[in-house]
């Protein structure tokens, strides 16, 4: 039985989404985490640039819409999408949030990796997701953790991404 849509509703229609992705890491030169180049002696192995950070994010945001996952929009199977720079992928998911009436309150995205340390590199990951988003730095959190060592992100087999994004609809324009 469907249930009764509650809007309109006196409260601000502000909605949450949370993505995750991990990809392998293999030998390489530099990974691509959040929109930034860090130089490494590993690189993340995937379809596009492998960025874990911009792919939590990117289903983070669809989630705010019930808009799908990243597969759904780009299949790992279209060859289009080999090698692609990530931002393609969380700027489309941007589009279909602003085109569902939606303006992005913030995002959060924890890194969770043995190696390379983020910490430098916090402040141009927050800034390339301002740039992609159209929002302020201040919206846009980085964080990072290790696994301690433990299991296969601890063992330098790869690098995970949780991401967590608000958003408030209504404003269609
Ligand atoms: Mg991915």
């Not at 949450?16 to 890491?25: A, C, E, M, P, S």
């Not at 819409?65 to 720079?85: E, M, T, V």
């Not at 980085?142 to 991401?163: F, L, N, Q």
């Amino acid at each position: 039985m469907a249930h009764e849509d509650p809007s309109p509703h006196p409260l601000p229609d502000v909605r949450t989404g949370n993505g995750y992705d991990v990809h392998r890491l293999v030998d390489g030169t530099h990974v691509t985490l959040c929109g930034v180049e860090i130089p490494h002696d590993q690189r993340l192995d995937g379809h596009s640039d492998a960025d874990v950070g911009l792919h939590a994010l990117t289903d983070a945001l669809l989630a705010t819409c019930a808009a799908g996952d990243i597969g759904d929009h780009f299949p790992p199977s279209d060859p289009q999408w080999h090698g692609a720079a990530s931002h393609i992928f969380l700027s489309h998911a941007a589009a279909i949030v602003r085109d569902a009436g939606g303006v992005i309150l913030n995002v959060d995205v924890t890194l969770i990796a043995e190696e390379p340390k983020i910490g430098p590199h916090r402040l141009a990951m927050r800034s390339a997701l301002a740039g992609i988003l159209g929002i302020s730095v201040e919206r846009c959190s980085v964080k990072a953790t290790t696994h301690e060592t433990i299991g296969s992100i601890g063992r330098r087999e790869g690098i995970a991404a949780i991401a967590t994004a608000s958003v408030v609809y209504g404003h269609r324009s």
